[in-house]
């Protein structure tokens, strides 16, 4: 069911002052920006190998990256994703683990993907991602 890291979720303040890091120091090459309404966050992401980073700036103060940039003022790792092949059944699993759902049905998120989350608490304090492409949908 799982396949790989899909990507890293990165928050950062302002994606205007961190994109030119990721270009200029790094050498990365933004592939496209993209609002996740849903979300209340702005997302820029980085193709590194197989694995895509991505940056995620608040768009609302309510939003959960603005709540985990109040706790960590600096930014940093949010969370790690996984791309999965079943999205449901992946979640099905995790919950059969005794392990606590965020999302218990997946939901539209960035670049064309159905998203659900773990809760840190019961995944050792990393925030989990799982994610698949919608159908029809090309993603990132």
Same mark, same amino acid.
């Given at each position: 069911m799982i396949q790989r890291i899909d990507h890293l979720g990165i928050a950062v !303040?302002? $994606?205007?002052?961190?994109?030119?890091?990721? *270009? !200029?120091? $790094?050498?990365?090459?933004?592939?496209?920006? *993209?609002?996740?309404v849903s979300q209340k966050v702005k997302t820029a992401f980085f193709a590194c190998g197989d694995v895509h980073i991505e940056l995620l700036e608040p768009t609302d103060p309510e939003s959960p990256i603005a709540k985990f940039l109040e706790k960590n003022p600096a930014g940093g790792v949010h969370h790690v994703a996984f791309a999965t092949d079943a999205i449901e059944a992946q979640l099905g699993q995790a919950a059969a683990a005794g392990v606590r759902l965020i999302h218990e049905k997946p939901f539209d998120g960035a670049g064309g993907k159905q998203v659900a989350f773990l809760h840190p608490k019961s995944t050792f304090g990393v925030l989990t991602e799982f994610c698949m492409p919608k159908p029809g949908a090309a993603g990132h």
């Open positions: !303040k302002s $994606l205007a002052e961190a994109v030119p890091y990721y *270009e !200029k120091a $790094l050498g990365l090459k933004c592939e496209h920006i *993209e609002e996740v």
